[in-house]
């Protein structure tokens, strides 16, 4: 079997979704390896369908009494049969149970089969919470190493570095240990030859990390490009994309997520954090043989594996598991619930032990706030949230045009230079500004922050009045120059994230849209912050301020604007409202500022809505014409099932199997000459009274097997789908007997079922496909596409777009 996409050797190997799938450079069509019966594959015989073995049966034995490797399995690019894999998952279960009664030993294994689930999560929160850790600390020190080196040891970020120093409060950020470039190679740090040096330095350290992320991506694992939460949407939905959560992506994705943070280019790792997690899941699921061989059951573990990855991203596990719940998650039982919790607690605590960040928080940008908001102070939350959804539906319109453009111009060719321009822009703007130049964590951090009294930054830079200072609380008083010079610049660094990350995400480098998203969000935030307290001071009489903010009373806290613009812009982007308002206060710690971030949240919300339906990872798993069935679309059109089913008219009629009278030789034909994943197996040609339904892999493995195993098999051998077969004559070869791979109870709907009712059941059970009747005859086939494809056609888009590319 020669198909563009697919690996060649046994089915025993390429069932793992291990296995790495090399696509570089290569786009892989899902035409050629969908539940789509009529789209057209090349096949070349059956040499590459090799089964395990079995000893040869007797004539009118059936020969899959023993399971055979390879069936019940799935091809790449293809959509699982929930229902079968539930089926099995409860057949499984219950011959455990039976079991259990019969021995000690039996007992013991039920308990353990049990208790795996719980296991497996442990297993998931250590791995991820440490691959967490590690990720964040060696981000940290190579970000830093773009300005300098620790001379006490070069394994030491800046922060670390200054702790023992003697430096004072003020001054810490220039201890004697830590050394910019121009200090270390000419000897002085002062100078404009100085800061043409460390400018330089900046940009070649960019330069080679945004490199090397992307030469390791493109050589050694193509899919760990890009935040991977549309594609883990797409898999948990049932579909199967094979190498994508295996484990050189794991590796891969590590190592680049770090470089890519580190280049300073506009991206965060949240996203791709969950990512990693996942793919940590779906390695150890290989450890327990519930998960490994059932993929209903593997999406749940994975489920949970995505709540594990928000948890360790943002230090927040109850968010983490609403995140899985809102925003990936296809099927989601209360076990899956429950999993995702305890999954998610392991991951934080874990990643709490390793305290990455040396403050004994889970995030960089923990801080909390004294002062309690006003209700007044609504209005200037509720113009963040509608800045957050028009910002959100511009970038998204904007992103999708650019990666379209990508894909269908020569852009797409030529990755490495793209990911060498895009960093070579952004390190060269970002330089000579400070606020674009940190992190953009660290950036984020600042704005978060409440000013103190002993806060050196230039947005603290106040006039201060010490007489009217109590205790740690300072009054809102004048702006200086330093806070006006940072108004300047953070509104040229706004300008900035806006417009660079557009072209950032999705490139072939990990990126993640979360805490761009947010620093834009809090960016604008805390300029509101800042112009509402100036307003409020300078004006204190004004009749909006005079009930709530008299003169030297500490009023408004810039930080909780910034925090709160931070959600709004993150809720534009990617349509989260819940988990979003929970992974907030968690970053905060505070539960009293629930009430704003809602209201920036659900506005943002509403106004991107209005503008543009999708999210993001909707509008990416769209483009990328991935077979994915969205669940909160409403299907409102009067089609029947008649209107979408094939064979339409004037199309040759539907291929279909006889239960009792075929020979393996017809069989052979069919297949070799048809290209559908499946068949349905009727009485006769002439009564078209449906049987079952078997599918094309099946089919093709158990024949193959039979061929070589069993004796008396030969192209006139009849194959039967039935208990009992026709009386043959004695002459006759042996029968085939191929019951137990017919599924027996396909599901079926009427010619007169209204599409509203497939679409619905599509979704909430997921299926591949369903077989449509009249007065019980076989009348056609509807699949997955078939129904994405009439979807798109009612929305008055292009049918053809479903198609993975």
């Known amino acids: 079997m020669d198909q563009k996409g697919y690996r060649r050797g046994s089915f025993q190997s390429s069932t793992s979704d291990e296995d790495m799938l090399e696509i570089a450079g290569a786009s892989v069509d899902l035409s050629m390896a969908d539940d789509d019966p009529p789209l057209d594959r090349e096949m070349g015989g059956f040499s590459t369908y090799n089964g395990g073995g079995m000893n040869g049966k007797s004539t009118m034995m059936d020969f899959l009494e023993e399971p055979l490797p390879g069936v019940g399995t799935y091809e790449d690019f293809n959509t699982i049969d929930w229902v079968r894999e539930k089926s099995r998952d409860r057949d499984r279960h219950r011959e455990i149970t039976n079991r259990s009664k019969e021995s000690t030993w039996a007992l013991l294994h039920s308990v353990s089969d049990a208790f795996s689930g719980w296991l497996l999560m442990l297993f998931i929160g250590l791995l991820a919470g440490s691959l967490a850790g590690l990720i964040d600390i060696s981000a940290h020190w190579m970000t830093d190493l773009k300005e300098g080196v620790c001379l006490a040891g070069f394994w030491f970020n800046h922060e670390h570095c200054c702790w023992k120093s003697n430096t004072t409060f003020t001054d810490r950020d220039k201890c004697p240990e830590w050394k910019s470039w121009s200090q270390l190679i000419l000897g002085y740090g002062e100078g404009a030859f100085a800061y043409i040096l460390n400018y330089f330095m900046y940009v070649v350290w960019a330069l080679m990390f945004s490199l090397l992320a992307v030469l390791l991506v493109k050589g050694f694992a193509p899919y760990a490009c890009g935040s991977g939460i549309p594609e883990i949407k797409t898999i948990l939905s049932g579909f199967i994309i094979r190498g994508y959560l ?26 791709p954090l969950v990512h990693v997690a996942c793919c940590c899941g779906n390695i150890l699921c290989h450890l327990f043989t519930k998960y490994r061989k059932n993929e209903a059951k593997r999406r749940e573990v ?56 040396g403050n004994s928080r889970l995030v960089l940008f923990y801080v909390e706030f004294h002062m309690p908001w006003h209700l007044l102070e609504l209005v200037p939350f509720i113009l963040l949230g509608i800045f957050g959804g028009l910002w959100g539906a511009f970038f998204i319109r904007s992103n999708i045009a650019w990666c379209r453009r990508r894909k269908t111009t020569r852009l797409g060719k030529y990755p490495v230079l793209e990911v060498f321009v895009v960093t070579a822009i952004t390190a060269i703007l970002a330089f000579p500004n400070e606020y674009t130049r940190m992190s953009t964590s660290e950036l984020i951090s600042e704005l978060f ?32 120059p330093g806070v006006y010079t940072a108004m300047w610049q953070l509104a040229l660094a706004l300008i900035m994230k806006v417009f660079i990350t557009i072209f950032t995400f999705g490139m072939k480098v990990p990126s993640g849209l979360f805490i761009p998203s947010m620093a834009v969000g809090a960016i604008a935030g805390r300029l509101l912050g800042v112009a509402v307290e100036q307003l409020a001071f300078y004006h204190h009489d004004w009749a909006i301020f005079s009930g709530w903010c008299s003169q030297g009373a500490d009023c408004i806290t810039p930080g909780l604007y910034a925090m709160v613009g931070a959600a709004a812009c993150l809720g534009g982007v990617t349509r989260m409202t819940v988990s979003l308002v929970v992974i907030m206060f968690e970053l905060t710690g505070g539960l009293e500022y629930i009430v704003p971030l809602m209201a920036a949240a659900m506005t943002s919300k509403w106004v991107a809505d209005a503008v543009g339906r999708e999210g993001i990872y909707d509008a990416h798993i769209r483009l990328n014409g991935y077979p994915f069935l969205e669940a909160k679309e409403e299907f409102s059109h009067k089609t029947r099932a008649m209107d979408v089913m094939r064979p339409r008219k004037n199309d040759p009629p539907l291929t279909v199997i006889t239960q009792d009278s075929m020979t393996v030789e017809d069989v052979e034909t069919i297949v070799t000459n048809t290209t559908y994943s499946g068949y349905p197996v009727v009485v006769s ?67 007169e079922t209204p599409m509203e009712i497939v679409v619905d059941i599509f979704r909430k059970l997921g299926l591949r496909q369903c077989l449509v009747t009249h007065n019980g005859k076989l009348l056609g086939i509807i699949t997955k596409k078939d129904v994405l494809k009439h979807i798109a056609q009612m929305a008055n888009q292009d049918p053809e777009s479903i198609l993975f590319n």
Not at 247 to 252: M, P
Not at 253 to 264: C, P
Not at 695 to 711: G, M, P, T, W
């Open 449 to 480: 922050n409440d000013c103190g009294i002993l806060d050196s930054s230039k947005l603290c830079e106040y006039v201060n009045d010490f007489n009217s200072t109590k205790g740690d609380d300072l009054p809102d008083r004048a702006a200086g």
């Open 685 to 751: 040609r002439a009564s078209q009274r449906l049987v079952g339904f078997v599918l094309r892999r099946d089919l093709i493995i158990s024949i193959e097997n039979a061929r070589k195993k069993q004796d008396g098999i030969v192209s006139t051998s009849i194959i039967c789908f039935t208990d009992y077969c026709p009386p043959l004559p004695p002459s006759s070869p042996s029968v085939l007997k191929l019951r137990s791979i017919l599924d027996l109870s396909p599901f079926t709907v009427t010619d």
């Open 302 to 357: 994975l489920s949970a594996a995505a709540a594990a990855g928000v948890s360790v991203a943002f230090g927040a596990p109850i968010g983490g598991v609403l995140f899985s719940l809102e925003e990936v998650s296809y099927y989601f039982p209360l076990k899956t619930l429950w999993r995702s919790f305890f999954a998610a607690l392991v991951a934080a605590f874990t990643l709490r032990s390793i305290n990455p960040f």
């Open 246 to 271: 295996g484990k050189w992506t794991l590796v891969i994705k590590t190592i680049t997520l770090v470089l890519a943070v580190s280049s300073g280019l506009s991206l965060g790792k949240e996203g």
